[in-house]
Structures are given as C-alpha cells and as structure tokens.
C-alpha cells in the first residue's frame, strides 16, 4: 500500500503536472506541497479535498482507504 506521498506524486506525474502547478492550485507555497510528496508533512483537510476534487477520485483513493493505488 502506497503512503499519501507517493499517491500524490503519482497522480501528479500521471496528469504531466508540476509541483508548483500543484502548489498554485491549491493556495499552499511549493515548499510545503513538497513535504506533502515527501511524507514530512500532512496535509489539511481541505486541501486534501482540493486535491481530491482536482483529480476526481474520492478522499478515500487518495488517503489509502480503497486499493486505487496497490502495488
């Protein structure tokens, strides 16, 4: 099972996307949705709803409750 991280970053590369696109379009600084991909820091409910909405999956696919992203 992949951590948040590593769903995010997947998801990002999978829509040709760049951190700071990410960053911009939730309202958070590049930094911070950094440490988001790299597991140092987690992530606001609401900008984990953002996240969820831009990518049209649930909260359950991106926070690891469903099996979206097995290995």
Same mark, same amino acid.
């Given at each position: 099972?992949?951590?948040?991280?590593?769903?995010?970053?997947?998801?990002?590369?999978? %829509?040709?996307?760049?951190?700071?696109?990410?960053? $911009? /379009? #939730?309202?958070?600084?590049?930094r911070n949705y950094q440490y988001y991909e %790299?597991?140092?820091?987690?992530?606001?409910?609401? $900008? /984990? #709803?953002?996240?969820?909405?831009?990518?049209?999956?649930?909260?359950?696919?991106?926070?690891?409750?469903?099996?979206?992203?097995?290995?």
């Amino acid at each position: 099972m992949k951590n948040i991280g590593e769903r995010l970053k997947q998801l990002r590369n999978d %829509a040709g996307l760049t951190q700071s696109f990410v960053s $911009n /379009l #939730i309202g958070i600084t590049l930094r911070n949705y950094q440490y988001y991909e %790299a597991d140092q820091a987690c992530p606001r409910i609401e $900008n /984990l #709803i953002a996240l969820a909405d831009y990518y049209e999956i649930s909260l359950d696919d991106l926070v690891g409750r469903s099996d979206r992203f097995s290995d």
